[in-house]
């Protein structure tokens, strides 16, 4: 049984990613959902798709192999729309690369688009 749903799919996703497998099965939450779409946006993966086994369903995701890391934040850490520069440097390794999954009351986005829109928010993941 697992106990966060969105730290295990992001370690499968990550461990399948490096093996250089075409893709992986996770299970499925909504928040898993969203973080799935902005990796694809960012492209990071080829996409994804709902499954449903009448278990709560799962999630077929297909890799491309660009994945160097990803790991979820634990705890969630609140980010004010002023700190995005220290919570960059912070978490990636360059100024540019890789990207900060974010949740905020306008929907789960990247940094850029945060830092874009003004707002802040609280740290999901991050992926390089």
């Known amino acids: 049984m697992a106990v966060d749903i969105l730290a ?6 990550k461990l399948y990613d490096r093996t250089g497998k075409a893709e992986c099965t996770v299970k499925f939450s909504k928040l898993l959902k969203e973080v799935l779409k902005q990796l694809e946006n960012a492209g990071y993966i080829e996409g994804y798709e709902y499954i449903e086994d009448y278990k709560g369903g799962k999630l077929k995701v297909k890799l491309k192999g ?17 700190e995005w520069f220290r919570i ?8 540019g690369y890789g990207k900060l999954i974010v949740t905020t009351p306008e929907g789960v986005m990247t940094n850029e688009e945060a830092r ?3 707002i802040g928010g609280r740290l999901i993941a991050y992926v390089f």
Do not use: F, H, M, S
Request: proline fraction near 12%; avoid cysteine.
């Open 116 to 118: 874009k829109r003004g």
């Open 66 to 82: 660009k994945i160097k890391e990803l790991k979820p934040i634990k705890p969630r850490q609140p980010v004010k729309r002023y």
């Open 8 to 13: 295990d799919a992001l370690n499968t996703i």
């Open 88 to 95: 960059e440097a912070q978490y990636l390794p360059a100024v």
